[in-house]
């Protein structure tokens, strides 16, 4: 019952356009004026001091940023020809296409490991046949190298996992409703080395069939794991947060071309 | 963890070679039998003391030896301990104190109602209503209370609970600006209302609409959900307010809209502390009698129908074979007793559900 549609989404990972978006906090302008392309098929990572509207920035691409009172969004964000922001866009949609995983791992607490798994299709109240939902329990957890750590307790609650393991079941629940891009707003920052490891590793697979962007404050994860990197900072407090510059990984971390980012790179600043 | 040995190890020789300097192990402490060989002089020196002064009576001695161990302890502590052990003593056992005379109304009302109301409590009494019974006759008992107790409180929490989550609901989830400060400072208010006021409130209403002539169970249950109500509403909204955002950010990235992440995320989280609060609301509007009284009276049979005619309540039967004297306050004793197991049934049901529901990382 997944239906074809959405088998066929599989591996259509899609590129997504930024022009020109404002993002405001009622009056305050919390974000200014950023243009981007994030590719399909590869890691962007966004990197930048505290408060530089990275994480925000990486909200507005599957409008989760919404949730906040008063947050609202002036500009462009075509994915795949369809601007996100145009008026007859349902938000709930986009976040179908566009998933999330976040900093601190939410796995659900009143359910089990393959619920938390199912919990996309679940709590859409859609049907599954249980053949359907076991090789899509298996599928997802075996995606986020998870299921041979979990394949004998796939009834035991989701928090009974190490931090590391829930972070990856996180990843995991994300895409098992089959998005096409996959935000990850600092998903390491609340582990340990061991398991920040699987998790890059994790980014490393997971780009052959997805589009993903990450947000991360550190410099050395953002070097190994992806492709582009973007680097925001902000002026001082109350002002907003820009893009300064985007670029390569390669490039971005060996010559940048403005002095800022150079400074935050070598460590200077931020 | 596997980088703390390598950090830790020039910082470990420190702790112990500063420790042993200022005496951390050379504090001399009171044996554990202590404060139970200071409870006993305490008692054994009150006794002698009011013995001493007149005669000793239960309460005297206690309260005199309380004192007796409250000062001794704390010097003892302080001679041999020093001052902070002594504080901590001292607070211990103030609290200990505290607790022991807030138990003492509960335990002391729990063995009046027991002891009392054991006398008539039967099986008979529990399914005998009051028809034919006259005088000093010893038989009759609360059978049609009880049917029109529960009857009544499920009415009520039919209309009440529903109210309850969904305008908490609205306020956690939904309500912004005037009008959710308006509903909060309105639940407030209604919390406050005198129950007296709402079988008024609920006998104005029904006369009417229905003419002067009107009874039934249905008047009270809505009098009673006055009540309620502001309950369910006020602890539905703490649990709900206790649901982390990320579980809700968690399903909106899913996809998964919102009344959908209402539902299934933030209600199925809270079900257990909605479950308590419900209960305490219940517990709270069950022995409500001042709004009975006036709305469904008291009548001597069982009666079915909430829409039509009196109907007898636990509290009002009480209060009314109370008021007649002679076998009826036995009877009114088992009505009290049989009040409180009812409570008390509920309440097991109400831990049940919250056990089976709760979050699974609790057990």
């Known amino acids: 019952m997944l239906g074809a549609a959405k088998k066929e989404r599989l591996h259509m990972s899609k590129r997504i356009e930024v022009n020109d978006l404002n993002v405001y906090y009622g009056d305050f302008l919390a974000v200014e004026d950023v243009s981007m392309t994030i590719e399909a098929r590869s890691v962007t990572a966004l990197i930048g001091p505290s408060g530089c509207g990275k994480s925000t920035f990486l909200r507005t691409l599957n409008r989760m940023h919404e949730v906040i009172p008063g947050a609202r969004v002036q500009g462009k964000a075509v994915m795949d020809g369809q601007n996100l922001y145009a008026d007859d866009v349902d938000p709930v949609e986009v976040r179908r296409q566009v998933g999330m995983v976040f900093q601190r791992p939410n796995p659900f607490p009143t359910m089990s490991i393959a619920e938390n798994v199912l919990a996309g299709v679940k709590l859409n109240n859609k049907r599954i046949s249980k053949s359907d939902a076991n090789d899509l329990v298996e599928s997802s957890l075996q995606a986020a190298n998870l299921w041979n750590e979990v394949k004998d307790r796939l009834a035991r609650p989701g928090s009974s996992l190490s931090g590391g393991q829930q972070q990856r079941l996180c990843i995991a629940r994300a895409i098992a409703v089959r998005p096409d891009v996959l935000l990850m707003d600092e998903p390491c920052s609340a582990l340990d080395p061991i398991s920040t490891l699987a998790i890059e590793d994790l980014m490393s697979e997971l780009k052959n069939d997805y589009t993903i962007v990450v947000v991360t404050h550190n410099m050395q994860q953002a070097a190994r794991v992806s492709d582009r990197t973007a680097f925001f900072n902000i002026a001082g407090t109350g002002k907003p947060g820009r893009l300064i510059e985007m670029d390569d990984t390669s490039t971005m971390f060996s010559s940048p071309s403005q002095q800022a980012t150079e400074d935050y790179i070598s460590g200077r600043f931020g | ?363």
């Open chain 2, 1 to 363: 963890m596997t980088t703390l040995p390598l950090s830790s190890t020039p910082a470990a020789p420190a702790p112990p070679g500063r420790g042993a300097a200022s005496g951390t192990a050379r504090r001399s402490r009171l044996k554990p039998w202590a404060p139970w060989a200071a409870a006993g002089g305490s008692l054994v020196l009150a006794f002698l003391v009011t013995l001493v002064a007149g005669t000793p009576s239960f309460a005297s001695v206690v309260a005199l030896a309380a004192v007796f161990y409250l000062v001794g302890l704390t010097a003892w502590s302080r001679i041999v301990e020093g001052p902070r052990w002594a504080t901590d003593r001292l607070a211990t056992t103030l609290v200990t104190f505290a607790f022991g005379l807030a138990l003492v109304p509960l335990i002391s009302l729990l063995w009046t109602v027991v002891s009392k109301g054991s006398k008539v409590f039967s099986l008979t009494f529990l399914n005998t209503n009051m028809v034919g019974v006259f005088g000093d006759m010893t038989e009759g008992g609360v059978y049609h209370a009880i049917i029109g107790t529960v009857l009544i409180t499920a009415a009520a929490a039919a209309i009440s609970v529903p109210i309850g989550i969904l305008t908490a609901i609205y306020l956690v989830e939904y309500g912004r600006g005037p009008m959710a400060r308006g509903i909060t400072f309105l639940v407030d208010v209604m919390t406050g209302i005198p129950s007296i006021v709402a079988g008024l409130f609920a006998f104005s209403l029904f006369t009417l609409i229905f003419g002067p002539a009107y009874r039934a169970g249905i008047m009270g249950a809505v009098a009673l959900s006055l009540l309620m109500t502001p309950v369910v509403i006020r602890s539905v909204e703490e649990m709900l307010r206790l649901v982390p955002n990320e579980l809700r950010e968690a399903a909106y990235a899913l996809g998964v809209p919102k009344w959908l992440t209402i539902i299934k995320v933030v209600l199925r989280t809270a079900i257990a502390g909605i479950v308590t609060g419900v209960m305490l609301a219940v517990a709270r509007v069950i022995g409500e009698t001042a709004p009975l009284l006036l709305t469904v009276g008291i009548i001597t049979k069982v009666n079915w129908d909430l829409f039509d005619g009196l109907m007898t309540t636990l509290p009002v039967y009480a209060y009314n074979q109370y008021s007649q004297g002679g076998a009826g306050v036995d009877r009114a004793w088992a009505a009290a007793l049989t009040l409180i197991l009812i409570v008390m049934v509920l309440n097991l049901i109400a831990r049940l559900v919250s056990k089976f529901f709760s979050p699974k990382a609790a057990r």
